[in-house]
Structures are given as structure tokens and as C-alpha cells.
């Protein structure tokens, strides 16, 4: 039992992008519930610290530098929680600011992380999956300091002059990302359409350099394994 338990550890601890992920993919899933009472704000609230404190790992795994997370990191926290505690909107701003660069920062260690050999391990394939979902919370988080800084930035079918929830901001965030553009949510303001731009861009350039990269060396992968 004790064996398994330690291999299962080391098992672990090789793959920081795939909790990184999973946790990300489950956040998805339970932010719905979380949203609308108080009690679910205050999870939100340590999910968000659980996220942070993986994507602090991850960069830790990566050839980045972890004081710059760390920078990033550790003020978003503390101003979360001080929002949360004094219901304080603009302090709110400024850690969704900081969040959005810490995870910018995290992908672009994830992205360098993937690049930086000529072989794909199922980690850098993790990486792969954690790298969109921390692009797609990086821009979300930048939809919301948008969103308070020029009210009125997005409408939406539903109550279109109300500010856009968390959800609603996240949604928008994959359609963009992904290029599908099935969102319901609309961006109105100069500044809030120059970010969806700017996503949409990241979103390209991602499938066209990274993605295609490791796809390319899994199928030479393959291919030399054959001829042997």
C-alpha cells in the first residue's frame, strides 16, 4: 500500500500541467454554483488561490522565472481576499489585473516549457491542454478589468445593459480562443473589442505554432518507430 501510494506521489509530481488542468476544466463545472450566494463567492474565492498556487508550480517546473509569478501572485492573493472581506470593487479590479498577468506569464512558461526540446512527453501534451485554459482565464480576467474600468464594454441577449458575470466573461473567453464564436455576449467598447481582437490572434497563432509543433513531432515520433 505504501508502495503505491509513493509511486502514485512521484507520478504526480512529474505532471503538474495535467492538476493544473483538471482543476481548470473542474472549475469550469462548478463556478455556476458558486456565483450567486455568498458562500459561493467565498469558494470561488479559494478555488481561485488553489489555481494560482498550480500555476505557481507549474512556472516552478518551467525554464521561467518564479519570482516574477511569485510578484504577481502574491498581491493578487491578498487583494482577493481584502475584496472579498470589505466588499471593495476596486480592489477587486486590481487582483483580476494581476491574475491576468500572472496567467499570461504561466502560459508563456508552459509554451516555452513545450518548445524548449525535440520530443513530446505526456506532460508537455498536459502542458498543451493548461496552456488554452490559462489563456482563456487570462483574457476573461481582462474582459472583467475591461468591464470595470468602461462599463458597459459587452452586452449580452440577456439583460444587456447589466454587467457580465464571471461565467458570462469565461464563456466569451473560450468562444473567442477556440475561433468557434458562439457567444451570445457582444463586445460594444473600443477597448473591450481591441482585447477580443487580441485573443482571436492568440488563439491562431497557438494552433499555428505550438499545437501543429507537437502534433509534427508526435507523427515523426511515430513514423521512426515504425521504420525501426
Known sequence: MGMTWLRWLVTARRHPSAWLLVVQL???LLYPLMEDTPGGRAVFGAFGILVLALALWVVNRSPSRL????????????????AAAFENAALGVFAHLLESGLYFYTAS???????QDHQVT???????????TLLAWAFAFAFSVCQQWYPGSFIAAVAPHEPRTWMEL???SFSVLSGVGLSDIVPVHAEARALVMLEQFAGVMYIALVVSRLIGLTTLRMGMRKDD
Open 26 to 28: 473542474l472549475g469550469v
Open 67 to 82: 519570482w516574477i509569478a511569485l510578484a504577481l501572485a502574491l498581491p493578487a492573493t491578498v487583494l482577493s481576499l481584502l
Open 109 to 115: 512558461s508552459l509554451i516555452a516549457y513545450m518548445l
Open 122 to 132: 505526456s506532460d508537455e501534451l498536459f502542458a498543451a491542454g493548461a496552456t488554452f
Open 170 to 172: 469565461l464563456f466569451l
